[in-house]
């Protein structure tokens, strides 16, 4: 990360709370430039085109285009739905992000106890 990457981080994180001292002023919009393409990691949402950094399931942070609501690596991102990464079922939910699936239940009826004899 550069020197300058990182006082932009260092600043971003700083200048909420003083435009919140300031009243009614509102937080800087801080817009990316000649930065990495949706599907690339990132660290900071400044690092991408679209301004959007966020996690995968697989541990890392992707580039999300806009129009899409999860980070997908290599792509546009991914639209909510479920998805299987590395054979574990994740679920893309509109203003979550990923997480893992709910698991399913073990039967739809009623459970009935198993019965056993002795002979």
Do not use: H
């Not at 509102?26 to 393409?37: E, G, I, Q, T, W």
């Amino acid at each position: 990360m550069t020197a300058a990457r990182l006082l932009l981080a260092a600043t971003l994180l700083l200048l909420p709370g003083a435009a919140a001292l300031a009243g009614d002023a509102r937080a800087p919009l801080v817009l990316a430039s000649d930065n990495k393409k949706a599907g690339s990691e990132c660290l900071l949402d400044t690092d991408c085109e679209d301004n959007r950094c966020s996690p995968y399931p697989d541990g890392k942070r992707y580039c999300v285009a806009i129009g899409k609501t999860c980070s997908a690596p290599g792509a546009d991102g991914a639209s909510p739905g479920k998805q299987a990464v590395k054979g574990v079922c994740f679920e893309c939910v509109r203003g979550m992000g990923w997480r893992a699936c709910p698991s399913a239940p073990a039967t739809t009826g009623a459970i009935r106890p198993t019965e056993t004899r002795n002979r």
